[in-house]
Every structure is written in structure tokens, then in C-alpha cells.
């Protein structure tokens, strides 16, 4: 897998790159501001690109615009946010395209290498990766209050791991279940949602989205 | 023509003000009056309310014409908030000393509308008339019989002397030309206390611009604090937690190199980083917490101030003669205001010495900080002096700077207890 990361802190960017290299990530460019990472996006064409939300000039959300840019520009590229605090709005204007390979992870999740590099590959394969935290916050705060309402609590469960990029076999064994529990669970989901099958592999997505819109 | 345009505008104010302020007069006194009368029933304090009312509307034209005809702009005090339903309106209409000075206003008004009319009438009339004087002569006279029998005709003589014949009429034409001239400074003179009582009777009294001070300095303070919060968040944000996220980082890697089996010099390495940035993260939120409040403070400002000199790459020579301790609101400002100016004095002064003189009692604080650098320092936008400003405005001090260039400086603040 070939990654571009992006990150102001020269700390936090050298300690991810020694970590992904220590997991046999292939870091092909890390840089410090948005610019240089859609550059480098577009001069690499990565797998995926690890993008820190607050980045030089401004230090606000040039890493998010960034990734925005980049899903627009490179669909191949897959983005992962890297950030120091859940910020759901963020995380939805990602999401808002539908079509997946982005993820929004806490910086601290680098600490269980195993996952983070998973959600990276999940990214990078065009899926997604939210992280547990921005995943609660979503439901915690649910404005569409119908929609979830009508699933029931293990419903619900199964779509925060859809919304974190699990897959139903992960899921399964997650609730130590038969994978056909969970696509029941998955289809009722989707029913209940109105997401029709013609929607295809994107309704994962969009039945996350369902929530994000809110 | 700029002038002559002034002058139509102060004409036309001279003409209209006084029938507008006979008419708003007679309308207030009789509103008034029969409201008197009416006090007896309900009806009275509504007619009372309602006259009240309409002064301030009356009062409000007349300052709005001041300002489009004289030039007089009279800062227009900021109407009551709304309030619930028309008895709680009757009442704060009644209690409101600012209306019942538009009733004083309107009632005042016709008497000072007077002088402007009158002179303006006066200048303009007998000016134009001493001016067109040689054609007026033949036309506006006085037949008299002289003693000896002949007839005379007299236009105009003044103690007894006759203007009309050559050279006199020239007199009385340049008479006219100047009282022409000389008009519109006059009737300006004339309006002068139809002005004066207008601004102090419907412009902003202390009370309102004290308001407008407090609204102002709350603004500030509340900004301030906002930008406090933004910064240490900023700095929470950027440091300390980037510092631990580091550091999560580098345990997970010693993990890593451990559970792969890498050689101990690989692992101890990355353990002296982790180490180092626990070290900086200590040290991060140390200068954090003393951004926020130093501990120093609450031994006094006395021991904190010590502590700052001896932080500081400048020399400074602390005096300090502290009766009563002020409040901690108060010794926080003077604090901070210590600091920023010790930190402008090592950035921009090029100064050696820096004395910084704390006396406190009497109910007040005052604080100097004095250096012998460069100076040219300025309290204006952009200056870190001009937040210090807000700061010590915020409960009513005070911040002077005396920076010539060549220096020296000396900052002076001065801070009430409370």
C-alpha cells in the first residue's frame, strides 16, 4: 500500500512514518501543509493519504478542504482523517460524495497499529473507517430522530461498526453471531432506511450517511 | 457655493424651528394639562405617557433637522429596550428620566428658536435694504415741511443727519454689504444656545455615556476572554496533546521493535525520544498553566512579580508597596500588564534596566513600568498596548505611555481595588 501523509507536527509526522514503515506501509511523501499534499497526491497517485485536519496557514481545516480535493480530483486516493478531536460536521462533508474511501480516525487510534493500518487499507479499497468516537457522537446526537428510531437497539450497533468500516463477517464475530444474523440485521437496516438494493455497495455508505445528514 | 448653500440651510432652519417648536409647545403643554386634569381617572397617566411619547418623537425631528440643516449632530440616545405589555410600557415611559428631558427640551425650545428668527430677520431685512438704498430712496420716502417753507423728502436719517444724498448713501450701501457679509456668522451666534441645550438635553448625559463605556469595556472583556480560551486551546492542541499523541506513538513503537525482536540500542533509542517528550510535555504545560494564572499570584503580586523579573533576559529592579491586597481580578490585570510590558521591553526596547514600580492603597494600584530603551512605542491598532488597554479599562483603570523617540519608556496603569 502506498500512502501520502500529511501532517504539521514534524513529531507526530516522522513517529506515523516510522510506524507505517514498521507495518510495511510504503510512505511515499510526507509533508507538512495542504498544498504540498495535493502535490504530492497528484504527483504519487497513493493508495491513500493520511491528512491532519489542522494544517499551516490558518491552522482550521485546510487538511479537510485538502481531502475534499483530492476525493474529488483522485477518486483512486482514498483519505484518512487524522485528527485531534471529533468533529462530526467534518466528518459528514467528507461522506457527503456517497461513494466511500474516506475515513476519519483519532490520532491516538495510531497506538493499536494492527487497526489503524486496517482502516487505512479499508480507505484505500474505497471503504470506510469512522472512528468509534465520531461514530457514537453521530448517534449520541441523532437529529433524525424517525429514522432511528425505528431500529431496533442491535440495529443500531451493527450500523456504528458499518459506520467504522467493519464488514459483516468482522461484525459477526464482533457479537460472536452467524454472518447471516448480521445481513439480516443489514438488510433490515437497509429497509428501514429506504435504501433500495439497486443502490448496490454503496448503500453501506449511505445508510451511514442517513445519520450523518442528518 | 458650498457657502452659500450652509447659509440657505441655516435660513431655512431660522424659519421653520420656531413655528415646529410653537407648535410641539402648545401641543405637549395641552397634552400635560389635560393628562393633569384626567390624573383623577385612569385615563390621565396614558395622556401623560402618551405626550411623553410624542416629545421624544417631536424631539427626534428637531435633532434630526439640527443635523441636516446646521450641521449639528447630536448623538441620538439609544431608545428603551421594548418591555412586555402597555402598562409596563406607561410605566417605564413615566419613569424615564431621558424622555422627560425631551419634555423639558420642547418646552424650551420655542424661546430659543426665537434669536435665530429674529436676527436672521433682522440681518437679511435691513441688509438688503441699506443695499438697494440709492434705488429705495426714490421710491420709500417721508415728505416733511421745512421750517422755511420748502418741502424735503427723507429716506432714511439717522440723528438727524440725512443719508440719502451723495456721499452718504455710499455709507449706508457698504452698511448693508457688511451687515450682508457678517449674517451668517450672527445668526450661527444666534442659534448657539437653541444648540447647546439641544445637545445637553437630548444628547447622551453621564449616565448614558457611562452605559456606552461599560458596554464598550464588557465588549473587550468578553473578547479577551474568548481570545484567552482560543490561545490555550491553540496551545493545548498543538502542544500538549500533540506531545502525548507523540509519545503514544513511541511507546507503540518500542512495542513494536520489542515483540519483533530488534536490538536493545534500536528500542532505547526510541525510549530516549519517548522520554524526552514526556519531558517537553511537563514543560509545555507549565508555561500553560502560568499563562493562565502563575501560582506565584497567590502569594501576592509582590512574589509574583520577583518571580517574573527573575524570568525575564532584562535586568529589572521590582519595587513593591502593597498595603491591602486588591482583589485577584485586579492583581491578575496587573500582573499580565507587568508581563506583556517586561516582554515588550526585552522584544523591542533594546533596553539594559527595566524598573518596575507596584504601589497599592488607598483603594487604587498603581503600577510603572519604566525602561531606558529606544522607545517609540505607541497605543494604537495592532499594539500589544491597546489590548492591555482593554484589559485595565474593563474594571475602569487606566493605561498612560510616554514613549518619546530615544526613549526612555514609561508605561503607567492605574487600577481601582474595585
Redesign the interface.
Known amino acids: 500500500m502506498r500512502v501520502v501523509v500529511a501532517e504539521d507536527?514534524a513529531?507526530?509526522r516522522d513517529?506515523?512514518v516510522?510506524?507505517l514503515a514498521?507495518?510495511g506501509v510504503e510512505v511515499v511523501a510526507a509533508v507538512g501543509d495542504a498544498d504540498a499534499l495535493l502535490v504530492a497526491v497528484a504527483e504519487h497517485g497513493p493508495d491513500a493519504a493520511v491528512v491532519d485536519v489542522?494544517m499551516p496557514p490558518t491552522?482550521t481545516d485546510e487538511g479537510l478542504r485538502a481531502a475534499v480535493e483530492i476525493r474529488r480530483t483522485h477518486p483512486g486516493t482514498g483519505v484518512l482523517i487524522f485528527s485531534?478531536?471529533v468533529e462530526t460536521r467534518h466528518a459528514a462533508q467528507l461522506l457527503g460524495g456517497g461513494a466511500g474511501g474516506v475515513g476519519y480516525l483519532l490520532?491516538?487510534r495510531?497506538?493499536?497499529?494492527g487497526e489503524f493500518v486496517d482502516a487505512l487499507g479499508r480507505v484505500a479499497a474505497g471503504g470506510t473507517a469512522l472512528d468509534p468516537e465520531v461514530v457514537s457522537q453521530l448517534f449520541g446526537a441523532s437529529r433524525r430522530a424517525s429514522a432511528l428510531d425505528a431500529l431496533t437497539p442491535r440495529e443500531r450497533e451493527v450500523l456504528g461498526l458499518m459506520a467504522q468500516g467493519l464488514t459483516n463477517q468482522a461484525i459477526a464475530e464482533r457479537f460472536v453471531v452467524t454472518e447471516r444474523a448480521v445481513e439480516k440485521h443489514v438488510a433490515n437496516i437497509f429497509a428501514k432506511l429506504g435504501l433500495a438494493v439497486g443502490e448496490g455497495g454503496h448503500r453501506r455508505v449511505l445508510a451511514v450517511l442517513r445519520y450523518l445528514e442528518g | 457655493m458650498g457657502a452659500v448653500k450652509r447659509l440657505l440651510k441655516a435660513l431655512l432652519h431660522a424659519l421653520v424651528a420656531l413655528p415646529l417648536a410653537l407648535v410641539g409647545m402648545l401641543l405637549v403643554v395641552v397634552g400635560l394639562l389635560v393628562g393633569g386634569v384626567f390624573s383623577v381617572t385612569a385615563l390621565g397617566p396614558w395622556v401623560i405617557a402618551a405626550t411623553v411619547r410624542g416629545a421624544g418623537g417631536l424631539a427626534s425631528v428637531q435633532r434630526a433637522l439640527a443635523g441636516a440643516l446646521l450641521g449639528v449632530e447630536v448623538e441620538a440616545v439609544p431608545p428603551l429596550p421594548p418591555v412586555g405589555g402597555p402598562f409596563e410600557w406607561r410605566r417605564a415611559v413615566l419613569a424615564d428620566r431621558r424622555a422627560w428631558r425631551t419634555v423639558g427640551w420642547v418646552c424650551l425650545a420655542p424661546v430659543l428658536a426665537v434669536p435665530g428668527l429674529v436676527v436672521a430677520f433682522n440681518c437679511y431685512a435691513y441688509g438688503l435694504l441699506f443695499l438697494l438704498h440709492p434705488v429705495l430712496r426714490h421710491v420709500n420716502y417721508t415728505t416733511v415741511r421745512t421750517p422755511d417753507g420748502r418741502e424735503r423728502r427723507i429716506s432714511l436719517s439717522l440723528f438727524g443727519v440725512q443719508l440719502d444724498a451723495w456721499p452718504w448713501w455710499l455709507a449706508v450701501v457698504a452698511a448693508g454689504a457688511l451687515l450682508l457679509t457678517v449674517a451668517p456668522r450672527l445668526v450661527r451666534l444666534a442659534l448657539r444656545p437653541y444648540e447647546k441645550v439641544l445637545r445637553s438635553l437630548l444628547g447622551p448625559g453621564a449616565a448614558d455615556r457611562r452605559i456606552h463605556a461599560l458596554e464598550e469595556t464588557r465588549a473587550r472583556a468578553v473578547e479577551d476572554a474568548a481570545a484567552t480560551l482560543r490561545r490555550i486551546e491553540?496551545d493545548l492542541?498543538?502542544g500538549t496533546?500533540?506531545?502525548l499523541?507523540?509519545l503514544?506513538?513511541?511507546?507503540?513503537?518500542i512495542r513494536?521493535?520489542v515483540a519483533?525482536g530488534a536490538p536493545s540500542d534500536q528500542v532505547l533509542a526510541v525510549v530516549e525520544t519517548a522520554q524526552g517528550?514526556a519531558k517537553q510535555a511537563v514543560v509545555d504545560l507549565r508555561g500553560l498553566v502560568k499563562g493562565i494564572h502563575p501560582p506565584a499570584l497567590d502569594q501576592g503580586l509582590d512574589v509574583a512579580l520577583a518571580t517574573l523579573a527573575a524570568d525575564s533576559p532584562l535586568r529589572v529592579e521590582v519595587r513593591a508597596g502593597i498595603g491591602e491586597r486588591p482583589s485577584p481580578a485586579v492583581e491578575s490585570i496587573a500582573y499580565f500588564c507587568a508581563a506583556e510590558l517586561l516582554a515588550n521591553a526585552a522584544k523591542h526596547s533594546g533596553a539594559d534596566l527595566v524598573e518596575v514600580e507596584v504601589v497599592g492603597g488607598g483603594g487604587v494600584l498603581s503600577l510603572v513600568v519604566r525602561d531606558d530603551g529606544s522607545g517609540g512605542a505607541v497605543v494604537g491598532a495592532g499594539s500589544g498596548l491597546t489590548g492591555l488597554r482593554g484589559r485595565v479599562g474593563a474594571v475602569d483603570g487606566m493605561l498612560e505611555c510616554e514613549s518619546p523617540v530615544g526613549g526612555p519608556t514609561v508605561v503607567r496603569v492605574v487600577l481601582p481595588y474595585r
Request: charged share 25%; net charge positive.
Open positions: 507536527s513529531l507526530l513517529g506515523l516510522q510506524l514498521m507495518r489542522r491552522q485531534q478531536y490520532k491516538e495510531v497506538v493499536d497499529i | 491553540r492542541h498543538d496533546q500533540a506531545r499523541v507523540g503514544a506513538m513511541h511507546l507503540t513503537m513494536e521493535l519483533g517528550n
